[in-house]
């Protein structure tokens, strides 16, 4: 049973505006979140994480916001550009383990 | 240039004949663990090594076999493979956990026929 989700599969955003991609889970006891950008031919690469003891984090144009009560993660890009155009995965941790989402995949338009 | 090194990249083979990932890491990291990614599924956790000799079950292991012999090393041995392990399969360092940040190779598309 997936215990975290990304429920839409794709995202098109024009360049300079914001993206807004969102993750659910169903699991509590999740110590961190994490957002990983994808592209094709190539391994995730990390991009931001926040504690499950905080509710945002941000790093320039990359901010996470963290909704305990919702279980409910966000990753805001603002502003977006054509380099961003990837397979966004969020992840959970709990312990030792990683939890995935199923990704989305934003395009940015120039 | 610090990375993880998978080989092979690409891997048809027929089930039941057994076959070796190599996953090599050269940033001295304790944590190592192996993933696989699916259509509609993700990637999920196939086994996991908090260091030398210590390995641990992730959400998808069985099938699967994994030995921690080196620090630097983390090969993913399929005994008898089978179609459904045809798969996308990533191998991630970390320095530490909870360090959060896993460094993720280039991934090896393996076909079971």
């Known amino acids: ?110 | 240039e610090a990375q993880v090194t998978q080989n092979p990249r690409y891997l048809i083979t027929v089930t039941g004949k057994k076959l070796t990932v190599t996953c090599s890491q050269n940033m001295n990291h304790e944590y190592m663990s192996w993933y696989r990614q699916d259509p509609g599924l993700g990637l999920r956790q196939i086994y996991y090594s908090m260091n030398v000799e210590v390995t641990d079950k992730g959400d998808v292991p069985e099938g699967y076999k994994v030995s921690r012999k080196e620090k630097r090393n983390f090969p993913l041995i399929l005994e008898s493979p089978s179609p459904n392990q045809t798969s996308l399969y990533f191998c991630a360092s970390s320095l530490t956990l909870p360090s959060e940040k896993l460094f993720f190779g280039s991934g090896t598309q393996l076909s079971v026929l």
């Open chain 1, 1 to 110: 049973d997936q215990q975290v989700k990304q429920n839409s599969p794709s995202l098109s955003v024009q360049e300079g505006r914001i993206s807004i991609l969102n993750c659910d889970y169903t699991n509590s006891m999740f110590d961190y979140f994490l957002w990983y950008k994808k592209y094709p031919a190539e391994g995730p690469t990390f991009l931001i994480s926040i504690s499950s003891i905080k509710d945002k984090n941000e790093d320039g144009r990359f901010t996470v916001f963290l909704n305990k009560s919702a279980k409910h993660l966000s990753l805001h890009i603002v502003p977006s550009q054509p380099g961003d155009s990837a397979v966004y995965f969020c992840a959970a941790m709990m312990g030792n383990q990683f939890y995935f989402g199923t990704g989305t995949s934003l395009t940015v338009i120039p």
